[in-house]
Antibody, heavy 118, light 108 residues
Framework: QVQLQESGPGLVKTSETLSLKCNVS????????WSWIRQSPGKGLEWIGY?????????NYNPSLKSRVTISGDTSKSQFSLKVNSVTAADTAIYYC??????????WGQGILVTVSS | SYELTQPPSVSVSPGQTARITCSAD??????AYWYQQKPGQAPTVVIY???ERPSGIPERFSGSTSGTTATLTISGVQAEDEADYYC???????????FGGGTKLTVL
């Protein structure tokens, strides 16, 4: 059974770096694409980007966030990570990690609320 | 940027049929996915690859596409179906993923 679990600080100061991890279990992290998605309070869903570890690996980011986002991973720990630089209040959201397969997101973590505040 | 357009809200009485539409340029080429999200919970897939239903999803949920419009149909709506529903697909290049703005389904 595929399971994903986000972890990281729930509060980040304005202008600092948001860092989250997603632990994957029940499947090899090397086989699929893994994404981060966020949802601002009371708003819709926004795809942030994905990482793929097989072969030489690859990443792809939402152009609106590309300049501030890095997604990477540690396959030995079956984890992948998200970093968002220079955060503002607009980055306050529930952050989800999810598996991307055949064009959609079939397994999701429970989500973690990250609040950006000075 | 790539956009998917959904109605903000749909209301139906129990036992009726609810239809939620999603319009986007890439839908003739890319699969549509539909997610159900209840308060305080992560989204869950109710329809994948336009019309496939995951195991455990009731048969009253179905999906279809025609041209640039995908439709989620819930036949015989039940009170437990009250939730937000989001459509999602990749853009024409298959390198950018986007969600619709969400539709709040209210069961009267």
């Amino acid at each position: 059974q595929v399971q994903l679990q986000e972890s990281g600080p729930g509060l980040v100061k304005t202008s600092e770096t948001l860092s989250l991890k997603c632990n994957v279990s029940g499947v090899s992290i090397n086989t699929y694409f893994w994404s981060w998605i966020r949802q601002s309070p009371g708003k819709g869903l926004e795809w942030i980007g994905y990482v793929y570890f097989s072969g030489s690996g690859s990443t792809n980011y939402n152009p609106s966030l590309k300049s501030r986002v890095t997604i990477s991973g540690d396959t030995s720990k079956s984890q992948f990570s998200l970093k968002v630089n220079s955060v503002t209040a607009a980055d306050t959201a529930i952050y989800y990690c999810a598996r991307l397969r055949a064009g959609g997101f079939d397994y999701w973590g429970q989500g973690i609320l990250v609040t950006v505040s000075s | 940027s790539y956009e998917l357009t959904q109605p903000p809200s749909v209301s139906v009485s129990p036992g009726q049929t609810a239809r939620i539409t999603c319009s986007a340029d890439a839908l003739p080429r890319q699969y549509a996915y539909w997610y159900q999200q209840k308060p305080g919970q992560a989204p869950t897939v109710v329809i994948y690859k336009d019309s496939e239903r995951p195991s455990g999803i009731p048969e009253r949920f179905s999906g279809s596409t025609s041209g640039t419009t995908a439709t989620l149909t819930i036949s015989g709506v039940q009170a437990e179906d009250e939730a937000d529903y989001y459509c999602q697909s990749a853009d024409n290049s298959g390198t950018y993923w986007a969600f619709g703005g969400g539709t709040k389904l209210t069961v009267l």
